[in-house]
């Protein structure tokens, strides 16, 4: 028998408590699908990349044997160089002095960062797998070293969401120099279009976003209205993602046409802010990298879950940190625009209580090895390098793993790529096993098949 209808009195009765999923889906609008797998020991991260490789045995990785040997002829077995123009062994130009409390060795090349040498945990045991820049920065970034893959922040903003609604998930403040591979270090690859890295151009004379506010802000309104209509009814239709994405990313749009001017407008940061990450220095990329590490605080302070800060636009428009030759000239004039911004950063957060919850990361994509290429500078080493981190939920004051004397391989301790994807994604309360997406047949995550959380690291 068929039932008969109810009345609107009964169906207003029987539906009452599912009105206020409505509401909460609104409130929950722009957040992931995805949630914590456990509980996390950081919500947001800012990578600073530092490309084309800072030589480890400059700055944090100290190898006396360097010094010993000096001039004289590589003894360990060469691994195959990038451009095979191996010279003698090459001992660093900047002395190497215990910095604070804990004693971590920083060379002179980084005296302000050296001065936070406490909030660092540094790992000398990185290994990655490609010496050649583009394949090296994919990997870094993506876990793989082909184009197409979604890169570490795509993952982390399709996993977590962000928690700012008029911001994306994933934000890279752009100094003027994309990293070698192209902006596909900043994919969404297959995941939704509203994971890409959204590019801030923090060098550019106009704002962050260009052509960000129209004209007629009421005319526009009307447009997205009419937009988005249509396009939910086509989603209806068609079932398909990729229109779903489509209608978040113009929604995202419209919320940061007033979020961005905000966001850029550094006139209520105090003057010992400002002086403190180097705004008023009179080096002009010194000034640039010290906006877009403030950016930076400002973003994650927003609740944007991946900050990335690319390098400044400076004398090389590629790879700044690339020095095969000039290596204590041009590693000193790089080091002295980032120096000073980053150990600001550092201060900065923790000031405001923000380190606790953001993990920084300082890498680039490979070393540089311990003998010359020709005669004062270093070749591309992936075998061992270092990088740090600082923030939340890492050991402060410490260091992991080892290289051999000479710096040249990871021996202890040895940390790889997709380990430290897998750390990360842990930090942030992700289980990298379990965070995937399916594509094309299969289940796809950030660490492939490989990766270790390294636990070891954790405070």
């Known amino acids: 028998m068929p039932r008969p ?20 889906n609104a409130l929950l609008s722009g957040t992931a699908g995805a949630a914590p797998h456990f509980r996390p020991r950081v919500k947001n991260v800012i990578l600073l990349f530092m490309d084309g490789g800072v030589s480890h045995v400059d700055s944090f990785d100290p190898k006396p044997r360097l010094q010993a040997e000096h001039g004289q002829p590589f003894r360990q077995k060469i691994e195959a160089t990038q451009f095979d123009d191996v010279g ?33 945990c540094v790992i000398r ?20 070293s082909i ?20 911001l994306p998930g994933f934000v890279v403040v752009h100094g003027g120099i994309i990293p070698t591979g192209g902006v596909e270090n900043f994919s969404n690859g297959f995941l939704p279009a509203q994971h890409q890295g959204s590019i801030f151009e923090a060098y550019s004379a106009g704002g962050l976003v260009r052509n960000l506010v129209p004209s007629d802000i009421s005319r526009q309104k009307a447009k997205l209205g009419f937009v988005a209509e249509s ?3 086509f989603a209806e239709a068609v079932h398909d993602s990729n229109v779903d994405a489509a209608i978040r990313n113009y929604e995202t749009a419209f919320a940061m046409q007033s979020a961005v001017p905000r966001l850029a407008d550094l006139s209520g940061e105090s003057e010992a802010t400002q002086k403190l990450y180097g705004l008023d220095s009179t080096n002009k990329q010194t000034a640039l990298y010290a906006r877009q590490c403030l950016l930076a605080r400002r973003l994650v302070e927003r609740g944007v879950r991946f900050v990335e800060v690319t390098c400044p636009r400076g004398s090389r428009n590629n790879a700044p940190w690339d020095q095969h030759d000039n290596l204590r000239k041009q590693h000193a004039e ?6 000073r911004p980053i150990a600001a950063l550092l201060r900065d957060l923790r000031g405001r209580g923000l380190l606790d919850e953001t993990l920084v990361i300082w890498a680039g994509e490979f070393g540089r090895t311990p003998f010359a290429q020709g005669g004062n500078g270093r070749d591309h080493n992936p075998q061992g390098f270092s990088i740090w981190l600082a923030g939340g939920g890492v050991r ?8 051999d004397d000479y710096g040249y391989h990871a021996v ?23 965070l995937t997406y399916r594509h094309a047949g299969r289940d796809y995550r950030l660490t492939d098949v490989y990766g270790t959380v390294i636990k070891d690291i954790f405070a």
Not at 5 to 24: H, K, Q, V, W, Y
Not at 334 to 339: G, K, P, S, Y
Not at 396 to 403: L, N
Not at 412 to 434: P, S, Y
Request: proline share 6%.
């Open 231 to 233: 396009d939910r009814t």
């Open 334 to 339: 790089n080091a002295e625009i980032v120096d």
């Open 396 to 403: 402060p004051g410490s260091i992991y793993g080892a290289t």
């Open 125 to 144: 045991s990185m290994r990655a797998d490609f010496p050649e820049h583009a394949q090296a920065c994919l990997f870094m970034h993506t876990g793989h």
């Open 147 to 166: 184009q197409g893959r979604p890169s570490m922040g795509a993952w982390l903003s399709y996993g977590l969401g962000s928690e700012c609604k008029e």
């Open 412 to 434: 202890e301790n040895v940390m790889t790529v997709h380990d430290l994807h897998a750390t990360i994604l842990h930090m942030l309360g992700l289980d990298h096993e379990r």
């Open 5 to 24: 209808p109810i009345s609107r009195r009964e169906m207003l009765a029987r539906c009452a408590n599912g009105f206020g999923l409505f509401a909460l």
């Open 88 to 120: 003698k062994i090459l001992g660093s130009p900047w002395a190497f002095r215990p910095r604070g409390q804990s004693g971590i060795p920083v060379s002179d090349l980084f005296p302000n960062i050296a001065e936070c040498a406490d909030e660092l």
